[in-house]
């Protein structure tokens, strides 16, 4: 079982950039795929980026492809989010979600385990 803990979140400015890591404190980081989903105010939660166990295979969103690369560290039992030239349309609560599996295209049901959430405020 995976028990992730975000953090990285903060304030920035449009065009900025910032990274958001999750540790897993469980003990088979390594046989899970890893994701970051999203949640703006009154909006549902959405896919943003997935990597496979092996960190060779990775898959984004449209919204963000290009501007955001998703990473994973197995010795470390890390993912990361780096995000460059924010937009305030990337406002939201960034979740990372493990799921006990090879790889996804980013549908939810995919992620049993859950982070607690980051907050990402990108101001024009």
């Known amino acids: 079982q995976v028990q992730l803990v975000e953090s990285g979140g903060g304030l920035v400015q449009a065009g900025g950039s910032l990274r958001l890591s999750c540790a897993d404190f469980g003990r088979t980081f390594s046989n899970y795929v890893m994701g970051w989903f999203r949640q703006a105010p009154g909006k549902e939660r959405e896919f943003v980026a997935t990597i496979n166990w092996s960190g060779g295979s990775t898959y984004y969103a449209d919204s963000v492809k290009g501007r955001f690369t998703i990473s994973r560290d197995n010795a470390k039992n890390t993912v990361y989010l780096q995000m460059n030239s924010l937009k305030p349309e990337d406002t939201a609560v960034y979740y990372c979600?493990?799921?006990?599996?090879?790889?996804?295209?980013?549908?939810?049901?995919?992620?049993?385990?859950w982070g607690q959430g980051t907050q990402v405020t990108v101001s024009s």
């Open positions: 979600a493990g799921g006990r599996r090879y790889f996804s295209v980013g549908v939810e049901e995919d992620f049993g385990s």
